[in-house]
């Protein structure tokens, strides 16, 4: 023990010698002064882009089909009754892939007008952003509701827009996000009930048979497992929630 410490002590303390023989690469972080403006334009827009990293999941859940999927998800699994099958990483696995299959024809548009044009400095950073929002805005007008989009609009009171460019980013993005809650729990609801008559038929059956201590979900999630095999249930479930978005 006492030469494990030792050995431990003389590593601490050979340490700062051997990073100065072998030359080691070592990263600082502060402040200092700047020489020019454009030092300054260059930090501001690493920090502006690392706070776009930080906010890419919430972008990804408020502007693209991410939001319906999982929560569809979501609901089969609450409706068959398996507890955590499938666990939620491949809940949230499925739904994000599903998604990446949904956006590819916008994602791709963003690509061609806006990201490639900007890598080839044929346009510049403005003018990239508002080449990547068309498609994006043409995609959540797609899906979003009237009726929502107007209760936006009446809460920000801001008056009727003559054409969809009249549209703030910022009204649409909530508006679409209500829109695709009521479709994913209007979906959820049919998905329930096939499941609710399984479970209603179990729990009848076990009551005339007396056997009222029997918990009828436990019965039942054999029954709903089979139909929703024999029916390609998760055949249907993807089918559905892909083409809700054409």
Not at 128 to 150: G, S
Not at 157 to 178: C, H, K, W, Y
Not at 205 to 214: E, I
Request: aromatic share 8%.
């Amino acid at each position: 023990m006492r030469r494990i410490v030792a050995v431990l002590i003389a590593a601490v303390l050979l340490l700062p010698a051997l990073a100065q023989a072998q030359g080691l690469p070592t990263l600082n972080i502060g402040l200092g002064e700047a020489n020019s403006p454009g030092e300054v334009s260059t930090a501001l827009q690493v920090l502006v882009v690392l706070t776009v990293l930080s906010m890419a999941p919430a972008i990804l859940l408020m502007t693209t089909a991410f939001t319906r999927v999982v929560i569809v998800l979501s609901f089969v699994r609450q409706a068959m009754g398996t507890q955590q099958m499938p666990p939620n990483q491949v809940i949230i696995g499925l739904a994000m892939f599903l998604t990446f299959f949904i956006m590819a024809p916008v994602w791709t548009e963003v690509n061609d007008k806006a990201l490639q044009p900007y890598l080839d400095e044929q346009i510049s950073q403005e003018v990239a952003l508002e080449q990547a929002l068309v498609p994006m805005r043409n995609f959540m007008f797609a899906q979003t509701q009237e009726k929502d989009l107007a209760l936006l609009m009446d809460i920000a009171r801001i008056e009727a827009p003559e054409n969809p460019d009249d549209v703030p980013t910022l009204t649409l993005i909530p508006s679409f996000m209500l829109s695709e809650l009521k479709r994913a729990f209007q979906m959820g609801f049919l998905i329930f009930i096939p499941f609710l008559v399984i479970d209603m038929v179990v729990a009848s059956v076990l009551m005339a048979m007396g056997m009222m201590m029997l918990p009828p979900p436990i019965i039942a999630l054999p029954f709903k497992l089979l139909l929703f095999v024999l029916v390609d249930g998760w055949g249907l479930v993807v089918a559905s929630l892909v083409q809700s978005f054409y």
